[in-house]
């Protein structure tokens, strides 16, 4: 009779219990109706109460009784989203979120190595967004980065090769990567930046200052990671192409697929330009220190395959083949070469421990095609192969611990060295980083990485220590960080009869170079606003340069006396959503080098950057469009007067300017997407051309057509 009455009150417990519960379902989808698979919705009253919604966008949870609460959606790199649930409202809740490029929910890798929050990053870290780099259609990272960053220039070297200087840094001292691997290769100490082209980019993470203590040599300056986009829906085709002026070609098209456990992308892109007359059509041939730009060609194949075998276990793999043509003259044309590879592991051992394992291959080629003889004769190559490990144990669910290694075959044979010759160096890194977590507002984040390079028989510790007070809205952050580059083969070794006017001769005993890095920022945001101010100062020790050796009569390698960068940037930023955003951005650089070193300042004090957008999608049609404009300041330094002498100098000023580009982009239906750019909006256009002027000839127009097949086929 008990056991009766025990199973009676029971069963009216459960229906008393079901019948209290209030089932609430509905999809969130972002400003396109598309759904946004991941998607986070919770009940801000109960914070253990929430659901995560699938494939289709949708989801469901159970609320405890028939009381008011508030929803809220989130996604990552997009506008939160709250409402309120009461008794008298309909079941379905339907959720669309706006995307914030200003946002700092935003994960990033590159500040240290693992995965993070930007706003929980204590290493001062700037992201470009996928929707930055649609609406400038930048073809490669060098359009980019000028437009969306002060302090960075790309100017041109000696026979119009592109150099970089970032807030007093060369290209040889920033390191850039593609989904954190190194490219091989370099011109007048500069990788090829036509390589890094913006096809399937899912964003550009940059960290300004010494970053060492991670990524080893070269990253005295800074690091430039470009992070590739993964294939999202079943199956997705895109084709697209470019024309613009100087009959500048840009044709494209990739394809991808996410099928169960396999994930594919496939990315070709084609590019071509005429020569540039600089004259304009004038009889003025002597407009500058040169009249025309080289017609150049290049072709880009990608290959990234993802397979997951089993849900904590996942393979990348990728292949890549790049091909570069610069027409230098009638009778010969450059040819660069890229064939690259990798296979990378990546195992989740533990909901606390993480392992990642990859190898990477990278060739790169320089070759001079004879047009009259039909000969390709091969000159150059840098063949690289990487190992790397990396391990992180979470303790306390919130503090990481990271340690790995790195070891690298470098194979350098160049026309450079005596008879073409060629070296090989090894390299063996290790580093640890442990990222302190004691308090929510309070992050410190230190780390230790010693280099051993065997052809320059050296070996270096860089360390870093990082440390974020959150007040309130605002983020405060300090960091130290040790910088280091060690001697190139090339600078060790070089031999070589530059343009046939004087020998360059390499120095196997060149010290590293090395840096101490010390920066403060402070970062507010409340609402659609977002300020940050930091200040940097760095010491950069025996910086490898070119000096005139009396003796030998030419150029040596050679190690010169403390230079010291140090600066401020500074950034504002809004969105509303009424569809406008605004960035400004400006750089102060100030680069102090002692009288009499074989090195000038090249570095402009003052840059901007400035953008104001309108974006709105309706049901058919959507609208993007953005002004943008980039400022350099004048630039009054010093000019080398005699070869052999670095005591002879006179003072040279080269001119600021300004350039504008307006760009439209727009939906004009499912998968169907028109860009129209005018570049340089106020037709301006230098008086005199030189290395660091812009190689402009006034206002140019540009439109592309972009088609999205799968889109397309949908109603």
């Given amino acids: 009779m008990i056991k009766k009455f025990l199973l009676i009150l029971f069963g009216i417990l459960c229906i008393t219990n079901a019948t209290a519960q209030r089932r609430i ?61 009461s008794d008298k409202q309909e079941d379905v809740l339907n959720f669309q979120l706006t995307e914030n490029s200003i946002t700092l929910d935003q994960v990033v890798v590159t500040g240290t190595r693992t995965p993070k929050l930007l706003k929980d990053v204590p290493i001062v870290t700037r992201v470009i967004s996928d929707l930055d780099i649609k609406r400038m259609d930048a073809t490669n990272i060098s359009d980019l ?69 991670l990524y080893g040599s070269n990253a005295v300056g800074g690091v430039v990671n470009i992070i590739s986009r993964e294939s999202q829906e079943p199956w997705s085709v895109n084709v697209n192409g470019r024309y613009g002026a100087h009959n500048e070609q840009r044709y494209g098209g990739s394809v991808g697929f996410n099928a169960g456990r396999f994930n594919s992308m ?44 089993i849900d904590n276990l996942k393979f990348t793999a990728r292949t890549g083949y790049f091909f570069r043509e610069r027409n230098s003259s009638e009778s010969q044309k450059e040819r660069y070469r890229s064939f690259t590879g990798g296979l ?32 390709d004769v091969r000159d150059y190559s840098n063949v690289q192969h990487i190992l790397r490990a990396l391990y992180n144990h979470t303790f306390a669910d919130k503090h990481i611990l990271t340690v790995g290694g790195d070891y690298m075959r470098d194979y350098l044979m160049s026309y450079q060295f005596t008879d073409g010759g060629s070296y090989i160096q090894h390299t063996a ?74 020998m360059i001769y390499g120095n196997p005993d060149l010290k590293p170079e090395s840096s101490h890095n010390l920066s403060l920022s402070a970062e507010y945001m409340k609402g659609n606003h977002n300020l940050t101010v930091t200040g940097f100062y760095n010491i950069v020790d025996n910086r490898i340069t070119t000096a005139w050796n009396q003796a030998l009569g030419g150029q040596v390698y050679t190690n010169m006396s403390r230079l010291q960068v ?16 605004w960035r400004l951005s400006y750089a102060y650089t100030y680069e102090h080098i002692k009288k009499g070193e074989p090195m000038l300042s090249a570095t402009r004090p003052h840059t901007a950057t400035a953008r104001i957008a309108y974006d709105k999608d309706w049901n058919n049609y959507g609208l993007s469009v953005a002004l943008t404009g980039r ?20 003072k040279q000023t080269y001119p600021g300017y300004t350039i504008w580009k307006l760009s ?36 140019t127009f540009s439109v592309g057509l972009s088609l999205d097949i799968e889109q397309m086929s949908k109603k």
């Fill in 25 to 85: 379902s509905g999809i969130v989808t972002d400003m396109n109706n598309e759904p946004l698979p991941g998607a986070t919705v919770v009940v801000k009253e109960l914070s253990t109460l929430g659901a995560v919604a699938n494939v289709d966008g949708h989801y469901e949870l159970r609320l405890p009784d028939n009381k008011d609460y508030t929803l809220m959606a989130s996604f990552v790199g997009y506008i939160d989203v709250s409402k309120k649930v």
């Fill in 145 to 213: 980065l000028q437009t969306e960053l002060p302090g960075i220039e790309f100017s041109y070297s000696m026979n119009q090769q592109t150099s970089l200087n970032m807030s007093g840094f060369g290209g040889n001292s920033v390191l850039f990567l593609v989904d954190g691997e190194r490219l091989a290769g370099e011109t007048l100490d500069n990788v090829d930046y036509s390589r890094l082209n913006m096809d399937n980019v899912q964003r550009i993470e940059i960290v300004k200052g010494a970053a060492s203590s």
């Fill in 266 to 309: 496939t990315n070709v892109q084609y590019t071509s330009i005429d020569a540039i007359d600089l004259s304009n059509g004038t009889d003025n041939e002597e407009v500058g220190d040169y009249s025309m730009i080289y017609g150049n060609s290049t072709l880009n194949i990608k290959e990234r395959l993802i397979y997951t075998p």
């Fill in 344 to 375: 990378k592991g990546n195992y989740n051992i533990t909901d606390k421990d993480d392992l990642e394992v990859a190898y990477s291959f990278d060739q790169y080629d320089k070759s001079d095609y004879l047009v009259f003889g039909d000969l």
């Fill in 429 to 502: 890194d290790a580093f640890a980083q442990f990222d302190w977590n004691p308090h929510k507002k309070f992050n410190l984040i230190a780390g230790l990485r010693f280099d051993y390079f065997s052809e320059a028989k050296l070996s270096h510790l860089s360390p870093k220590l990082g440390l974020m007070y959150k007040l309130g809205n605002c983020s405060l952050r300090g960091s130290y960080a040790g910088g280091f580059r060690a001697p190139t083969l090339k600078e060790m070794y070089m031999n070589f009869y530059m343009g046939n006017i004087f």
């Fill in 566 to 581: 140090m600066g401020v940037d500074a950034n504002a930023s809004g969105k509303y959503r009424c569809g406008i955003s």
């Fill in 631 to 650: 400022y350099l300041s004048k630039l009054t330094t010093d000019v080398y007067t005699e070869m052999t002498s670095y005591e002879q100098t006179e």
């Fill in 664 to 699: 439209f982009a727009q939906r004009v239906r499912n998968g169907i997407n028109i860009t129209l750019v005018v570049d340089n909006l106020f037709n301006y256009r230098p008086d005199y051309y030189y290395s660091n002027s812009p190689s402009t000839t006034g206002t």
